[in-house]
């Protein structure tokens, strides 16, 4: 007992008192129907209906004094005879479900005052599950642990070179084929070894759907990546007649890095990439649907006669162009399906159809750059967010792709005013298990939670020690998280 109350993101002001309220399986409940469940599942209180004594979450019509508290905000007091919260939406009341999460210590809640609401409507982490297949109780806890700090957005990727994710009952070859591979890397990608381990695994619409409802409990929106027209030797080799030499017979790729393979620029192609989309949209309501984009190797459609055509056809200066093209036909079929498409930088130079997100990962100056041209952005640049990238080159470090991005430099992160929000990446060539997702992910993921959330100024020393008061509870969780560098 005795830990210090600390909330990480930073609340927008949080005053602490004297005294605390015990609560218990007998602790009445009183809330909107499913904030009732998720109380009781995080906190272990049973509920009872009528509360004088107990716990109250309700929605306001917040036309209090100050600003309001919008769509994601909360006010929260706690007393020693209870709890009362209110917010104008059940997301707001969803979040401060998480407070009390992170506040209980034991049985017990200090008395406090929260105010508190998000600076950044999107907060995103990435995981990638097409390099490896995560088991799907390892999705549910991952949803569990974004909404513990917060973060309102899962990005799944779920299809690329090495394997396809995703059940598409029109075209089951896709898992059939496209989900298994035969080996993967040993050591660094650079060093060009595989082995003869298959691997393999997908998750059904059946699956996903049931993800997407535990999700949704937690104020936690899932949107699906289908990465094309590169990043699509899986799907090639699973259905050659989309790849641009339709006698040749692709594996499920093996190495990491870029496929030079990518999908051919025909009608059919786009066709069956829609039927796809059709699918997915079935099964994942959320309004942005993620279409790719990124590291698209030209050489393939410079080489095809058929390609030349298609962009002579298009009035473009030549194949290099199609992206643009291709993206556009994708992100029109979207916007007839009542969604918006949501694509990688690299589209910056090809045109971003009209209402599209644009991702910008490359640097950070990619992110002022589609900024400065109006877009949709969300700041994801690779030096700041990508969780993948270990902490330090320290030799006990677990191999990454690349090394060095302290959390300190993850926390330090300012985006641009403007932006839709931030997310970060983990890409998972190199984290093959649950267990290492969660060391590369936790607890820099939380230090950006707090870029994500908190106005204001960031102080590292300052997160550092709300940190370190934190992570008993990701203990308690059984996160196996990088243990902090000592303090400067
Ligand atoms: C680039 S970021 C990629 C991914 C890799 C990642 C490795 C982006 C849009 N594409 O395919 O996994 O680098 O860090």
């Known amino acids: 007992m005795g830990r210090p109350p600390t909330v990480v993101p930073r609340p927008e002001t949080m005053h602490v008192g004297e005294g605390h309220f015990t609560f218990g399986p007998g602790t009445a409940v009183r809330a909107p129907d499913d ?23 309700s929605l306001t ?33 969803r979040w401060a479900v998480q407070t009390l999460r992170q506040l209980a210590d034991g049985d017990r809640l200090p008395c406090v005052e929260i105010t508190d609401r998000p600076r950044h409507a999107w907060r995103g982490s990435l995981l990638d599950v097409a390099r490896w297949c995560h088991p799907l109780p390892f999705l549910y806890r991952y949803v569990d642990l974004l909404a513990l700090y917060k973060l309102n957005t899962l990005h799944l ?49 059946r699956e ?4 997407v409802a535990h999700a949704e409990r937690r104020g936690v929106r899932i949107m699906p990546e289908i990465d094309a027209p590169g990043h699509m030797q899986a799907a090639i080799a699973a259905h050659p007649e989309l790849g641009n030499d339709p006698a040749r017979r ?31 949209t079935d099964v994942f309501p959320f309004r942005y649907v993620h279409i790719g984009g990124d590291e698209v190797p030209p050489h393939e459609w410079r080489a095809s006669p058929a390609a030349r055509r298609r962009a002579a056809e298009e009035g473009l ?5 199609l992206l643009g093209w291709w993206s556009a036909r994708l992100a029109r079929h979207l916007s007839g399906l009542g969604r918006r498409a949501a694509v990688w930088d690299e589209l910056i130079e090809h045109g971003v159809p009209e209402g599209t997100a644009v991702f910008a990962w490359r640097t950070s100056e990619r992110v002022t750059l589609a900024l400065r041209q109006g877009l949709d952005v969300i700041a994801a640049p690779q030096e700041r967010t990508y969780l993948d990238w270990s902490e330090s080159d320290a030799p006990q470090e677990p191999l990454a792709i690349r090394a060095g991005l302290p959390m300190s430099e993850v926390y330090g992160y300012a985006p641009p005013d403007g932006v839709l929000g931030v997310q970060g990446q983990l890409w998972s060539e190199y984290l093959p298990t649950p267990e290492l997702v969660e060391w590369r992910a936790f607890p820099r993921l939380a230090a950006l939670a707090e870029v994500g959330w908190s106005a204001g100024g960031r102080d590292f020393a300052e997160f550092r020690r709300r940190l370190t008061a934190h992570l008993p509870l990701l203990d308690a969780l059984g996160v196996g998280y990088r243990p902090l560098e000592p303090a400067a």
């Open 317 to 321: 200066p030549g194949p290099d162009q």
């Open 157 to 205: 990727h779920l299809t690329d070179d090495q394997g396809w994710r995703f059940e598409v009952e029109r075209y089951p070859r896709l898992t059939e084929v496209g989900a298994f591979r035969t080996g993967s890397p040993v050591g660094h990608a650079r060093d060009r070894r595989t082995d003869e381990v298959p691997h393999g695994g997908f998750y059904t619409q």
């Open 208 to 211: 996903l759907r049931g993800l």
């Open 61 to 93: 019509r917040d036309n209090g004094p100050g600003p309001g508290l919008g769509a994601e905000g909360y006010r929260l007091r706690v007393t020693p005879d209870g709890v009362r919260g209110e917010a104008a939406t059940p997301a707001g009341l």
């Open 250 to 280: 692709l594996p499920v790729r093996r190495e990491w890095g870029i496929s030079s393979h990518v999908l051919n620029a025909a009608d059919e192609t786009v066709a069956f990439v829609r039927h796809v989309l059709d699918e997915l």
């Open 35 to 57: 904030i009732g469940d998720l109380l009781r599942e995080v906190l272990g209180v049973a509920g009872g209906a009528a509360a004088d004594e107990g716990i109250e979450l």
